[in-house]
Nanobody, 117 residues
Framework: QVQLVESGGGLVQDGGSLRLSCAASGRTFSTYTMGWFRQAPGKEREFVVS???????NYAESVKGRFTISRDNAKDTVYLQMNSLKPEDTAVYYCAVGKLLGTYDYWGQGTQVTVSS
């Protein structure tokens, strides 16, 4: 049974930092693309960032220069370092993994990130 478990969310002030983690289990994901998405209240889920198994990254324009994705293939874990957080970053953050680039087969349950102004 595949599971993705996010952690690290919380409440932070404008300009603060958080580090999210997502641990995958149930199979090996070392050759999968891993990504982060977010959904703010009343809005559709949006792409944040992804990283291929080779380490190629793709960032949404809104987070470039502030967020950094990384992964540990030995642990099947992906991380999201979020710096210079803004109130508009407030959302539930979901990790996802997919075999084919651009598609995601498995999703986590989400972790809340709240940035206060």
């Amino acid at each position: 049974q595949v599971q993705l478990v996010e952690s690290g969310g919380g409440l932070v002030q404008d300009g603060g930092s958080l580090r999210l983690s997502c641990a995958a289990s149930g199979r090996t994901f070392s050759t999968y693309t891993m990504g982060w998405f977010r959904q703010a209240p009343g809005k559709e889920r949006e792409f944040v960032v992804s990283i291929t198994w080779r380490g190629v990254t793709n960032y949404a324009e809104s987070v470039k220069g502030r967020f950094t994705i990384s992964r540990d293939n030995a642990k099947d874990t992906v991380y999201l370092q979020m710096n210079s957080l803004k109130p508009e970053d407030t959302a539930v953050y979901y990790c996802a993994v997919g075999k084919l680039l651009g598609t995601y087969d498995y999703w986590g349950q989400g972790t809340q990130v709240t940035v206060s102004s």
